[in-house]
């Protein structure tokens, strides 16, 4: 399992040589968004409404942080479970989304999806929120103020750490890790 | 016969609110020492001592442990020799309201299912009356995530099914939901009773700390059992693969009607943020 730095905006390359098991440093910017949010951007793009940000390249954390404390960046910023974003992914793989921030499995539709367009799905320590938000070294909201927790926000982080759970590859973490600590 | 003012409960019941939600407790620090040493997954441990990382930076610098704050839910116990005077469901909602607000919470609870509002205050609470004998009231706090609650799982199973179909029905709930309830989890069982009260057994076994243990022997070891059987599926923290699945199984029970056996299942991730105030 190997261990990479990585600085947005991703290319194929970058995520090509991904495996499941590697670990990655995300540095650069990312943009936060869930379920209303998901939503809305889905339902913008079939109505021909662009997304509020620039999608190529990037990738999208599942967060809804909690509120920031006077003289900090942001709030506890811990993955949520990403099953409940499984319906609006594969159209922001199309338009150049190249990696997806959560924790929990996918659907075979979004596995599928990811080999299409040479997407990776990271995983973050779920709870992990005070020692993550540590990466986060700026924070502004960019759209969808109305939504609280889960408007839209623009991070630029250093040195996340993560790990390669399904990569574009076909491969599965959660599926091969499990198969090789089960006890039948 | 006692009185006190409902009031009293509001600042004593948001402090230990916000205490909870930012220093993980001794009993949950104690499951991550004991699951590093257990857990043989490079990965699991990599995410054991995250976990551990997490909890020092969110109790030093008083921040949310987990981003979700929960829904509070409170089983409060209640002194038959004690009066209270004044609302006591309105006291403990502003002791939630307070803490969430003023302790820089998340909110997250919705003023309706389907219309799907924030009430922007994280109440109501979800509260659990009993009257119990003394002049005291017990109010006990646990902060429940949505992402574990959502795996949860409730069966009404036949006689015949018996202690087998029970232990069946635990594993394969963990089994099926365990990878996406950030694992190592703790896992209340409640077993008898009715098809509400399974329920409420299992968030009460929720909230009882991972090294804990039923007080009759019998379903001490089913704990025991059960914890290896779900450690043995072979999920590991955080799901990435790893013996240390769950940090511990607790199992409450109440009789039941002869012809059901009701169990119920409350997943718990390792963000067990519980706490207790008596007045």
């Known amino acids: 399992m190997a261990e990479y730095k990585l600085t947005t905006p991703l290319v194929d390359e970058d995520v090509d040589k991904l495996r499941i098991g590697d670990r990655v440093m995300l540095s650069g910017v990312i943009y936060t968004a869930r379920d209303a949010a998901h939503k809305r951007m889905v339902e913008g793009l079939d109505k021909g409404t662009p997304l509020p940000f620039d999608i190529k390249g990037t990738l999208v954390y599942y967060v809804g942080p909690s509120p920031t404390k006077p003289g900090n960046v942001i709030g506890s910023a811990g993955p949520t479970t990403a099953y409940r974003m499984d319906p609006f992914a594969p159209r922001l793989m199309e338009i150049g989304m190249k990696g997806m921030i959560a924790k929990g499995k996918r659907s075979d539709e979004v596995k599928a999806a990811m080999q299409k367009h040479k997407v990776v799905y990271l995983g973050a320590t779920g709870g992990a929120a005070a020692l993550i938000a540590k990466c986060i070294k700026k924070c502004d909201i960019i759209a969808y103020e109305d939504l609280g927790p889960e408007a839209v926000r623009r991070l630029e982080v250093e040195d996340m750490p993560l790990i390669v759970v399904s990569d574009c590859h076909g491969g599965d973490l959660y599926v091969e890790g499990r198969a090789q600590y089960e006890v039948k | ?279």
């Open chain 2, 1 to 279: 016969m006692r009185t006190v003012n409902a009031k009293e409960v509001v600042d004593p019941l948001a402090d230990m609110i916000k205490n909870a939600s930012y220093r993980l407790g001794g009993d949950m620090l104690e499951a991550f020492d004991l699951a590093l040493r257990k857990e043989s997954s490079e990965a699991g441990k990599e995410v054991i001592r995250q976990l551990q990382e997490n909890a020092r930076i969110a109790r030093e610098e008083c921040v949310p442990y987990c981003q979700d704050t929960g829904f509070a839910v409170i089983f409060a116990e209640m002194g038959q020799d004690l009066h209270v005077e004044g609302n006591l469901t309105d006291a403990i909602n502003e002791g939630v309201r307070k803490a969430y607000t003023e302790g820089y919470l998340r909110k997250s609870i919705l003023n309706d299912p389907i219309q799907r509002k924030n009430t922007g205050d994280n109440t109501p609470s979800v509260i659990h009356y009993s009257i119990v004998p003394g002049d005291k009231l017990k109010l006990s706090f646990g902060a429940k995530g949505g992402g574990s609650e959502n795996m949860s799982k409730q069966a009404m199973l036949k006689p015949a099914d018996g202690l087998e179909g029970v232990k069946k029905f635990v594993v394969e709930t963990v089994s099926t939901g365990a990878v996406n309830a950030c694992p190592p989890l703790v896992v209340g069982v409640g077993i008898g009773g009715t098809f509400e009260m399974s329920c409420i057994l299992s968030k009460k076994a929720a909230m009882r700390s991972p090294g804990s243990s039923n007080p009759d022997p019998f379903y001490a070891d089913l704990e025991k059992e059960l914890a290896e059987s779900c450690n043995k599926l072979g999920v590991g923290p955080m799901g990435l693969g790893g013996n240390v699945t769950v940090l511990g199984v607790n199992i409450e029970t109440y009789p039941c009607h002869l012809v059901a056996l009701p169990v119920a299942v409350n997943i718990n991730c390792h963000a067990d943020r519980h706490g207790e105030i008596v007045l």
